[in-house]
C-alpha cells in the first residue's frame, strides 16, 4: 500500500522517473548500482533503516535515502555528503560556534531544497 502511494506520487512527477523497486533479498546496493539511482526511498522499521541502507551509503556515499515510516506520515531526508574543511586550531567557543554554522548551513540547504522541489 505505502509503495503504490510512493508510486503514484512519483510517476506524477514529469522530471521523476521510478528506475526500479528495490529487492527484499538484501540486494539494495547491487539494484542501486545497476539501476544508476540517485535516490533511494526506503521504508523504516522500528526505528531505523535496514543495514542494507548502511552498506548503500559505503557504497555510495553521494547516494540520498528518504526513509518513509511504516505509518506513512513521517518521511526523514539520509544523506552523507563527504566533504573536507580544515578549520585550524579553534578555542572551545569557536568549536561551539563551528558546530551552530555547520548546523544552520545544512537546515538552510535543506529548506532550500524542499523550497524548489530538489532532493
Known sequence: MLSDIISDAVAREPDMEIVG???DDG?????????????????L???GLSPDVGM???AHPRIQVLGVADDGRSTFLYQMRP???LLGALSPQELA????AACE???SQLRNSL???RF
Open 105 to 107: 548551513a545544512r537546515a
Open 115 to 117: 523550497a524548489h522541489g
Open 27 to 43: 540486494r539494495l546496493v547491487s539494484a542501486a548500482t545497476q539501476l544508476g539511482a540517485e535516490v533511494v526511498v526506503a521504508r
Open 56 to 58: 548503500l551509503f559505503d
Open 83 to 85: 566533504q573536507r574543511t
Open 45 to 47: 522499521s522500528g526505528l
Open 97 to 100: 560556534a563551528a558546530v551552530r
Open 21 to 23: 523497486a528495490p529487492p
